[in-house]
């Protein structure tokens, strides 16, 4: 089955700078790649999303690269701010299928004020 | 409603004992999913029901396990003689069955403790 790897597992960065988390697949067959943000005692909440007809995606200050040839893609945040402080999931998941996701292990992001 | 609601929000139990966990998705949404999530871990796949029938079950851990959706709404995810590592957060999401459906929606969860 689909395995994927994210790293690193904590990241502090200061406010206003960028903050960069990838993500490893296995399953050349994935074709779905959702980044969600979940904070303290709350259910994950999808940011934004990726599919493999494209290589990239923007919106606003949240962007995600995907490399279909190296099976990894990454979420990029500029302009950190407080708020942005979450632990961050990368997923993967072959659209059409059972359409379960196979999630990564989490990215603690904290951005100091 | 305007979320997945999920209850309770926490539930302790002891070893051995039944517990049901409930799932409310948003209204229309006709595909619903049960994730488990262990302390500092990501969500874990537990079962798929498009509308009434569990299209995939393929992560319930054992059989001690079952989640039903009788009316292609609400559903419960029921664990029988709980141990303590079934201890984690049990996430329920939904989402629209269209073909290229965009991402779940979670609901926040019910955080188990068997003790």
């Known amino acids: 089955g689909e395995n994927v790897e994210q790293h690193p597992s904590t990241l502090s960065v200061q406010e206003g700078d960028s903050a960069v988390i990838k993500c490893t697949y296995s399953d050349s067959a994935s074709n779905y790649f959702p980044w969600y943000k979940q904070e303290l005692g709350k259910g994950p909440q999808l940011i934004i999303d990726?599919?493999?007809?494209?290589g990239e995606k923007k919106d606003q200050r949240i962007a995600v690269t995907l490399n279909k040839t190296a099976k990894h893609f990454s979420l990029h945040i500029t302009e950190t701010q407080p708020e942005d402080s979450a632990v961050y999931f990368c997923a993967a998941s072959v659209s059409g299928s059972a359409r379960q996701l196979t999630f990564g292990s989490g990215t603690q992001l904290t951005v100091l004020p | 409603g305007a979320g997945v609601s999920q209850t309770p929000s926490n539930k302790v139990t002891e070893k051995g004992k039944y517990v049901e966990l409930r799932c409310d998705p948003i209204s229309g949404h006709t595909a619903l999913y049960w994730y488990r999530q262990s302390l500092g871990q990501g969500p874990e796949f537990l079962i798929y029901f498009q509308g009434t029938g569990a299209a995939d079950d393929s992560g319930l851990p054992n059989d001690r396990f079952f989640a039903v959706r009788p009316e292609g709404s609400v559903s419960t995810l029921k664990i029988q003689r709980t141990e303590r590592g079934d201890s984690a957060v049990y996430l329920c999401?939904?989402?629209?069955?269209?073909?290229?459906?965009?991402?779940?929606?979670f609901g926040s969860g019910t955080r188990l403790t068997v003790v």
């Open positions: 990726i599919r493999s007809n494209v």
């Open positions: 999401a939904s989402s629209l069955n269209v073909p290229g459906a965009e991402g779940y929606t």
